[in-house]
């Protein structure tokens, strides 16, 4: 690739700078009514194009951004004409010192490639977190160093429309992704974009870049269907393409105009899945007068993205999600003894034939597991039982563990073979009569998935008045961290992202929560207490009264457990975790506390209101004993232990 396109963007923006920044189409240049922004090169005129677009860059691991490197040789080897983004291409939701490390580690790689490439702004690049924060958060950054939040250009008689979806809420300005009311286009950006739309009436292909997939509506608003009419009533936009969600999914045609979600180069995924769409890749477009090609290019292989439908993605989910699942509940005394037969059911709700590998896996040798290997294939719907037999002879010591099936599905489809690995299903086991630890002790945890787990129904909380308590010793709390929660668009929780406590609880349909301005501390313990007393939330810290916020009304429900140290997912597993101790931990069906100041107790004690108490004095094997007398025994996930060297006393 030569630099002519380089020779050919100084003239182009050259004429925009001339003109404030406002160019008409079929001339080369970027088309925004935004002032003093960076304008993005432009490509040179030709005949029938192949260009690509990267998805989010952000909320995956460090190492995301070598992905990113990757990405940006691979596609200087296919050499499109350009290349597109979704936004996202910062970690972002900071201040501005740490926003101009990432932004320049991005262009530094992103200027690697051997053709012009376009941004798109996402939440992570606009929203400002921490102190000094403007009201534009940091547009004004993203318009400095990438380019306008919203604008268009042409190339070889087709435009490209960049549009802007974190403008917030015209009413408070509050700006999220989570809120109908936010996910709004302003009157400006509309009316520019009906005018970039009139004026490409005789383009061959108009496509169309922004970063919330709004057409799917919920939490997204109906904003999009104005704007859609728009792109209807051009009558010559092709596709509209966004990221956000970190999924590749083709949702379809509407009135013609094709509708896609991308997953991520070098962002954060959900596992192993690149099945159900998550994994990372470089879309690919070719266009012709005729229509546009797509192939997804992950590496080593080429995936048809419309493939990707709605049915597959919801088949594959639930194959991930439906087994091998125990059909029966194991139970295990003091003494650590099981000797039990255990119906174990494989099923393939997916369109496909499915074949299930299955082995035993633990770590306490032990245990004996018959079968301890497997292979089974389901036709599409089938399902079976099979009896696995399990003994362990004891005793519950510290190596004794929860045994696991780990399944490898594969199958084949339209969208291509795939093949899901490490699918771990525990056994499900409870504890029973386990023995009053005589030492103290506290929770650690090291974030991600450690945590102590509750089951949902060993804790029945009635609608009404709560109090959910713990002391924490925190050692890291950057980013989204759960303390106490069975939050997931329900129920109640503690959390601290950021360092900065809150609470919340789910009621008639909305959370009302509380947040602390003031953070914790690294190394010092401290008190949390989360109140509803059926009015109001409050939220306590170290004995103050941090915030309260009226409130009332039905809590919603859901099944999944109580989560210490972490929060939960929709799969009621632990997630988001904090790092560093935790101890004291109650759940009360009472309001304890009023007032603006409180004395919290350095250990609590177990009364009729009290539903669950946990003072971490010790363990047996993977699980912890509830001091409340209901029962409410849970269970060790991940890496966390409790620690009999601490004492708060």
């Known amino acids: 690739m030569t630099t002519t396109w380089k020779a050919a963007a100084v003239v182009a923006i050259g004429t925009l700078l001339a003109t404030g920044g406002v160019s008409g189409g079929g001339d080369g240049g970027i088309l925004t009514s935004r002032d003093q922004a960076v304008n993005p090169d432009v490509p040179i005129e030709d005949d029938a194009f192949l260009f690509a677009v990267y998805g989010d860059r952000t909320g995956g691991p460090a190492e995301g951004i070598e992905i990113l490197r990757q990405a940006v040789v691979e596609t200087n080897l296919i050499d499109p004409d350009l290349v597109m983004t979704v936004g996202d291409l910062v970690q972002g939701y900071n201040t501005r010192p740490v926003w101009m490390q990432q932004m320049s580690e991005y262009r530094e790689v992103m200027s690697e490639l051997n053709c012009p490439w376009f941004p798109v702004a996402g939440n992570h690049d606009i929203y400002w977190r921490g102190p000094g924060r403007p009201p534009e958060e940091h547009e004004g950054d993203f318009e400095s160093f990438f380019g306008p939040l919203w604008y268009a250009f042409d190339h070889k008689g087709c435009r490209f429309i960049v549009l802007y979806t974190d403008e917030g809420d015209p009413a408070t300005g509050v700006r999220t992704f989570s809120k109908p009311a936010s996910q709004v286009m302003s009157d400006a950006q509309k009316a520019w974009l009906q005018s970039v739309l009139k004026s490409a009436s005789q383009m061959r292909h108009v496509f169309v870049f922004c970063h919330h997939p709004r057409w799917r509506g919920g939490r997204y608003g109906d904003d999009w269907e104005q704007v859609h009419k728009m792109f209807v009533d051009a009558g010559n936009v092709t596709a509209v393409i966004a990221g956000h969600v970190h999924q590749l999914q083709h949702d379809g045609e509407q009135d013609g105009i094709e509708y896609m979600t991308l997953a991520t180069v070098g962002g954060g995924i959900r596992g192993d899945a690149a099945a159900a769409g998550f994994f990372h890749h470089v879309n690919l477009v070719m266009v012709r007068d005729d229509g546009v090609a797509m192939a997804t290019v992950p590496v080593g292989s080429v995936v048809d993205p419309r493939a990707m439908t709605v049915s597959h993605i919801a088949g594959v989910e639930a194959l991930i999600a439906g087994g091998p699942e125990a059909a029966e509940v194991l139970t295990v005394g003091a003494d650590g003894v099981v000797s039990a037969t255990v119906p174990v059911r494989f099923q393939n709700p997916s369109d496909a034939a499915v074949t ?293 006393e």
Do not use: C
Request: charge should be negative; glycine fraction near 12%; aromatic fraction near 8%.
């Open 356 to 648: 299930w590998t299955v082995a035993a896996s633990n770590t306490d040798s032990r245990w004996s597991i018959r079968p301890d290997h497997l292979h089974e294939t389901l036709g599409p719907g089938e399902a079976i039982e099979i009896p696995f037999q399990l003994h362990h002879p004891g005793p519950l010591d510290a190596t004794w563990s929860i045994p696991s099936l780990t399944a490898t599905a594969t199958f084949s489809d339209a969208a291509g073979s795939w093949e899901i690995p490490n699918l771990d299903h525990p056994f499900e086991v409870v504890a029973s009569r386990l023995p009053k630890p005589t030492g103290r002790g506290a929770l650690r945890t090291a974030g991600g998935t450690d945590a102590a787990v509750i089951p949902s129904d060993a804790i029945p909380l009635d609608d009404g008045p709560l109090t959910l308590e713990a002391w924490v010793l925190p050692d890291d709390l950057a980013g989204r961290r759960g303390v106490v929660a069975k939050t997931e668009g329900s129920e109640y929780g503690l959390f601290a992202s950021d360092w900065h406590p809150s609470f919340y609880v789910f009621l008639d349909g909305a959370y009302r929560e509380v947040k602390s301005a003031r953070q914790l501390e690294p190394g010092r313990w401290q008190h949390l207490a989360g109140v509803y007393d059926g009015a109001e939330v409050r939220l306590y810290v170290d004995g103050l009264l941090a915030g309260r916020a009226e409130a009332s009304g039905l809590r919603k429900r859901n099944p999944h457990p109580l989560i210490v140290g972490g929060d939960v997912d929709g799969n009621g597993r632990a997630n988001s975790g904090m790092s560093g101790l935790l101890d004291e931990v109650r759940l009360s069906s009472a309001a304890r506390y009023a007032g603006s100041e409180i004395t919290p107790l350095p250990r609590h004690v177990e009364d009729a209101d009290t539903l669950l108490l946990l003072h971490f004095d010790g363990a047996s094997g993977p699980f912890i004993r509830d001091a409340s007398g209901r029962g409410a025994d849970g269970r060790l996930v991940g890496s966390a232990i409790v620690d009999e060297s601490i004492s708060r």
